[in-house]
């Protein structure tokens, strides 16, 4: 049991020292990230299309 007792004391300790983004950032990567996804699913749905048209 004490090990259980050590293990989450650590991880207490651990998560304590995390540095966690401010809500602006969070958003500001979020937008970036679908930025991103909705880019490359475009251009793999047009270039998926042209490819089909052209063969």
């Given at each position: 049991?004490?090990?259980?007792?050590?293990?989450?004391?650590?991880?207490?300790?651990?998560?304590?020292?995390?540095?966690w983004?401010?809500?602006?950032?969070?958003?500001?990567?979020?937008?970036?990230?679908?930025?991103?996804?909705?880019?490359?699913?475009?251009?793999?749905?047009?270039?998926?299309?042209?490819?089909?048209?052209?063969?």
């Amino acid at each position: 049991m004490k090990k259980v007792t050590t293990f989450f004391r650590e991880v207490k300790e651990e998560m304590q020292k995390t540095d966690w983004p401010s809500g602006k950032e969070l958003r500001k990567d979020s937008a970036t990230i679908f930025g991103v996804l909705i880019f490359f699913s475009a251009f793999f749905y047009l270039s998926d299309w042209i490819l089909t048209t052209l063969l």
